[in-house]
C-alpha cells in the first residue's frame, strides 16, 4: 500500500483481556518496527522483524507481548492479561533493507480500563 | 546505548516568528538523527535526517537542522512559522551501521504557533 496502515484505530478493552493489534507495511519494506507511545512520552521501540523473524524483541516489556509477521508482511501484535498500565499508542513502522529511515503509520490507541 | 533529550516541553511563538526547537544527546558511538513531527491523531512523520555529509540538514515544510558533534546537538530551526506548524516534533538517535534500526526517542517538544 501506499502507506503503513494500521487497525484498529482505537481499542477500548477490559482489564485481563487479549488484544490484538494489526499493521499492514509499506510493499516491499523488508523491516517491520512496533513502537509504544505513552502519554507525554516519546515513542519506545519493542520490537523489529526483518522477513518473518524477529531480529530484535528486547523491548518487549515482559511476556505478555508477543508478535508475529508470518508472511513477511502484515505484523500483528498481541497483548493478554492486559492491564491498565498497557494503555497506549502503539505504532507500526516499516523500512526498506537499504534504509534507516521509518515509515509510521498512524498508531493504535489502546485504552484498558 | 542512546539517549535523547529535548530541552522544551512546549515552545509557545508568535505566527512568521523564527523557531529553534532543542535536541541533545548522548551516545558513545557514531550516531544518526533525526526530526519526525507528529500532528494530531497521525503517525510520525520524518521533517529531515542527518546521515553523513554536510552538518546542515534542510527538510520539509521549510525546516533545517544542524548537527554539532563537538556539543552533541542536533537543533531544529526554522526562520518564520505558520500556524499549521503547530504539532508535536520528537528528535530520534540510532547508531550508525548495519543493523541501525532502533531509534531512541525524545520525549517532544509541543509547538504552538500563536496568530
Known amino acids: 500500500g501506499a502507506g503503513v496502515s494500521q487497525t484498529p484505530s482505537n481499542k477500548v478493552t477490559e482489564k485481563g483481556k487479549y488484544v490484538e493489534l494489526r499493521c499492514d507495511p509499506i510493499s516491499g519494506h523488508t523491516a517491520l518496527y512496533w513502537y509504544r507511545q505513552s502519554l507525554g512520552q516519546g515513542p519506545e521501540f519493542l520490537i523489529y522483524f526483518q522477513g518473518t523473524g524477529a531480529a530484535d524483541d528486547s523491548g518487549l516489556p515482559n511476556d505478555r507481548f508477543f508478535a508475529v509477521r508470518p508472511e513477511g508482511s502484515v505484523s500483528t501484535l498481541k497483548i493478554q492479561r492486559t492491564e491498565r498500565g498497557d494503555s497506549a499508542v502503539y505504532l507500526c513502522?516499516?523500512?526498506?533493507?537499504?534504509?534507516?529511515?521509518?515509515?509510521f503509520g498512524a498508531g493504535s490507541r489502546l485504552t484498558v480500563l | 546505548a542512546q539517549s535523547v533529550t529535548q530541552l522544551d516541553s512546549q515552545v509557545p511563538v508568535f505566527e512568521e516568528a523564527p523557531v529553534e526547537l532543542r535536541c541533545n544527546y548522548s551516545s558513545s558511538v557514531s550516531v544518526y538523527l533525526f526530526w519526525y513531527v507528529q500532528y494530531p491523531n497521525q503517525g510520525l512523520q520524518l521533517l529531515l535526517k542527518?546521515?553523513?555529509?554536510?552538518?546542515l540538514v534542510k527538510g520539509i515544510n521549510g525546516f533545517e537542522a544542524e548537527f554539532n558533534k563537538s556539543q552533541t546537538s542536533f537543533h531544529l530551526r526554522k526562520p518564520s512559522v505558520h500556524i499549521s506548524d503547530t504539532a508535536e516534533y520528537f528528535c530520534?538517535?540510532?547508531?550508525?551501521?548495519?543493523?541501525?534500526?532502533?531509534?531512541?526517542f525524545g520525549k517532544g517538544t509541543k509547538l504552538s504557533v500563536i496568530p
Open positions: 513502522a516499516s523500512s526498506s533493507a537499504e534504509a534507516n529511515v521509518l515509515t
Open positions: 530520534a538517535v540510532t547508531e550508525t551501521g548495519a543493523g541501525s534500526y532502533q531509534l531512541t
Open positions: 542527518y546521515l553523513s555529509g554536510s552538518t
